[in-house]
């Protein structure tokens, strides 16, 4: 039983770590829609602010769904937001006008980047192997694992803890060791 439980685990740790990026990310665009509101205005999409709290409101409730009960309509569901956002992100990123922030992150300055579309695409991944086995829900997977699953949700925290740094802090940590032109 601990080995099912376990095996079950190893899908819906990173599962469950994109799904809680999608509830940070819900949560910083309703708190701080305007650059969420940039980018939808850059792609012509009316609405501004309203239209940048309605996508952080569905961000965070098909999070909560992911992670209330991580079916496979659930993981289809996560794997179509993730592939959107990395078209999103790699049109950003192709533009000749870049944007101060791709919106990710609400008030956090996050420039469009490559690494944006690498850690959708990544998640996208991750929600697509969920969508052929669907993670068991936490309701029944942590009382099967050690100490009542508190070292699994730590783990699905600092993943997501970890996900929200690498698209805060990557980009500009990496753009600092270009060589410099002139």
């Given at each position: 039983?601990?080995?099912?439980?376990?095996?079950?685990?190893?899908?819906?740790g990173p599962?469950?770590?994109?799904?809680?990026?999608?509830?940070?990310?819900?949560?910083?665009?309703?708190?701080?829609?305007?650059?969420?509101?940039?980018?939808?205005?850059?792609?012509?999409?009316?609405?501004?602010?309203?239209?940048?709290?309605?996508?952080?409101?569905?961000e965070l409730?098909?999070?909560?769904?992911?992670?209330?009960?991580?079916?496979?309509?659930?993981?289809?569901?996560?794997?179509?937001?993730?592939?959107?956002?990395?078209?999103?992100?790699?049109?950003?990123?192709?533009?000749?006008?870049?944007?101060?922030?791709?919106?990710?992150?609400?008030?956090?300055?996050?420039?469009?980047?490559?690494?944006?579309?690498?850690?959708?695409?990544?998640?996208?991944?991750?929600?697509?192997?969920?969508v052929a086995?669907?993670?068991?829900?936490?309701?029944?997977?942590?009382?099967?694992?050690?100490?009542?699953?508190?070292?699994?949700?730590?783990?699905?925290?600092?993943?997501?803890?970890?996900?929200?740094?690498?698209?805060?802090?990557?980009?500009?940590?990496?753009?600092?060791?270009?060589?410099?032109?002139?």
């Amino acid at each position: 039983m601990l080995a099912d439980a376990l095996h079950g685990s190893a899908g819906a740790g990173p599962f469950l770590a994109a799904a809680g990026l999608l509830l940070v990310s819900g949560i910083a665009k309703l708190r701080r829609p305007d650059a969420a509101a940039d980018v939808l205005a850059s792609f012509r999409v009316p609405g501004g602010r309203h239209a940048a709290r309605a996508v952080g409101a569905a961000e965070l409730g098909l999070a909560a769904w992911a992670i209330a009960a991580p079916d496979r309509a659930a993981a289809v569901a996560v794997c179509a937001a993730y592939a959107l956002f990395a078209v999103v992100a790699a049109a950003l990123v192709a533009r000749t006008v870049p944007l101060a922030s791709c919106g990710c992150l609400g008030e956090t300055r996050t420039p469009p980047s490559v690494v944006h579309v690498l850690l959708n695409v990544a998640c996208a991944g991750v929600a697509a192997v969920a969508v052929a086995a669907p993670p068991p829900a936490l309701d029944e997977l942590l009382p099967s694992l050690p100490l009542g699953g508190a070292p699994f949700v730590l783990g699905v925290l600092a993943a997501t803890w970890l996900a929200v740094a690498v698209l805060a802090h990557l980009p500009q940590a990496l753009a600092a060791y270009r060589p410099q032109r002139g």
